[in-house]
């Protein structure tokens, strides 16, 4: 093997894709009228890749995560993890999911919260448990293995959640507005976080948002999506760096990103 294919001069093959959607549409049947959520969608997701979706309310960003996740069924097209259907994925346990609300168990510990999937899916407890302290280290939380859900900050609390989606070792994170409920300090300090966690891990990140700035901030790929069918309206791919810092956000490259996001967004809206 040659250093070279390390350096970012070298042309690297096509990576291999994560997630492909193929002309997929979702009609939710409800008592009065169906609800075409999604419409004719199609997206592919390389591995490694961070790829945000945008949107308003109502726009079909839920349901098209949720359809990659085997959690809904497409009503027409195609849907591929990794190569296979969502179902064999997640058979496979290739998700690990991170939700706006943390969803911990205010009677067990931080470290108990994180054990607990695992212990389900088997795991003894000692392993369970070493398991669980490594990853909340790599969410910065060591020391705070023994405290409850209640004695810690929202941000805190969201890494905890953090770091159980990711005690699988998921190939594919899904994060749906996973800091919306939090001030803005405490979000910009976990979008760099996060940012981090991925430089070092390189994870296939699907990521919902309602924050331009986030997605811009995090992205490799944005996804804007427009209602009324929910639809794909653009896919750009981001020409930042990899490695960003939040001061990056006051870069002129930052501004024109955000700016064809927000131009994108309004096309969708208007169209
Ligand atoms: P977003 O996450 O972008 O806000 P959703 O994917 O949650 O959008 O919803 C897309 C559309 O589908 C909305 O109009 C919503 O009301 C509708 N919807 C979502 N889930 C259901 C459901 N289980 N039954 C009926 N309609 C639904
Ligand atoms: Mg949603």
């Known amino acids: ?34 609800v075409h959520a999604l419409s004719n969608i199609d997206l592919d997701i390389a591995d490694g890749e961070f790829v945000a979706l945008i949107g308003p309310s109502g726009c079909g960003k839920t349901t098209l995560m949720r359809v990659v996740a085997d959690l ?20 496979a346990r290739a998700y690990g999911y991170v939700f706006q609300a943390p969803a911990l168990f205010p009677w067990r510990t931080v470290l108990a919260n994180v054990t607990l999937p695992l212990q389900i899916q088997g795991m003894a407890q000692a392993q369970a448990k070493s398991v669980a302290r490594e990853h909340l280290e790599r969410v910065g939380l060591q020391g705070f293995e023994g405290k409850y ?51 070092r891990e390189r994870r296939t990140v699907l990521f919902v948002t309602h924050s331009i700035a986030e997605a811009v901030y995090l992205s490799t790929k944005i996804v804007v999506m427009s209602p009324r069918p929910g639809r794909i309206v653009k896919v750009i791919d981001s020409p930042l760096p990899d490695a960003r810092h939040l001061g990056l956000r006051d870069a002129p490259e930052f501004i024109a990103l955000a700016h064809e996001v927000r131009e994108a967004l309004a096309d969708g809206h208007h169209g």
């Open 1 to 34: 093997m040659s250093t070279t294919e390390d350096t970012a001069s070298y042309s690297k093959p096509p990576k291999r894709p994560a997630v492909s959607v193929r002309n997929a549409s979702v009609v939710y049947t409800t008592a009065d009228s169906p």
């Open 149 to 199: 859900p209640w004695q810690l900050s929202g941000g805190m609390q969201q890494r905890v959640s953090i770091a159980r989606a990711l005690s699988f070792e998921p190939k594919i994170l899904m994060m749906d507005e996973p800091f919306g409920a939090l001030d803005e300090i405490t979000r910009d300090r976990l979008n760099e976080q996060l940012q981090q966690l991925w430089q």
């Open 72 to 91: 809904e069924k497409t009503s027409a097209g195609e849907v591929l993890v990794n190569g296979v259907t969502p179902h064999a994925a997640r058979v």
